[in-house]
């Protein structure tokens, strides 16, 4: 897919369109036609497999932990360069907390956290991500841990 016309509200519909298939829908066969066989996935937790099979994981186990698993996008940069066009996402995700995630057993408690994502595409597939996402707040959210901050304090 040659994606080098396309204008922001391209990428961003595209965006709408790709994060529905894959974590509203969850169709993960359409990580094969959305992710590059050599994806470098940066944000994959440790022990994973590495491209389009360790993105596979995170999002089946993302929707079996969290059935109602919501993302959506509040805001979306994108710079075009020589090594493809590079994606900011800014985003919001929701859930509530239904099966064992990462060990941590279901407390039944919904969350909404934020993150930012760094996607870069090469001929309409994404070929390298990272994300940083504020897991803190979820987890304190989930009821796992307790805030490390106090609203009393200055």
């Not at 090594?83 to 407390?107: C, D, K, L």
Request: hydrophobic letters at 30%.
């Amino acid at each position: 897919m040659d994606t080098s016309g396309w204008t922001t509200a391209d990428w961003k519909d595209f965006f709408v369109k790709w994060e529905e298939e894959q974590y509203h829908k969850g169709n993960l066969d359409k990580i094969d036609e959305l992710y590059s066989p050599d994806l470098v996935d940066h944000h994959l937790p440790p022990g994973y497999p590495t491209g389009n099979d360790g993105k596979r994981r995170l999002v089946r186990e993302l929707l079996h932990a969290f059935p109602d698993f919501h993302i959506t996008m509040d805001d979306l940069i994108v710079e075009k360069t020589d090594n493809g066009e590079m994606v900011v996402e800014r985003f919001t995700i929701r859930g509530t907390h239904q099966e064992t995630y990462r060990g941590i057993p279901a407390t039944r408690k919904p969350f909404e956290t934020h993150g930012i994502s760094i996607c870069r595409f090469k001929e309409g597939l994404e070929v390298e991500h990272w994300a940083v996402i504020d897991e803190l707040e979820m987890l304190e959210q989930l009821g796992v841990i307790e805030s490390p901050y106090s609203e009393e304090e200055s």
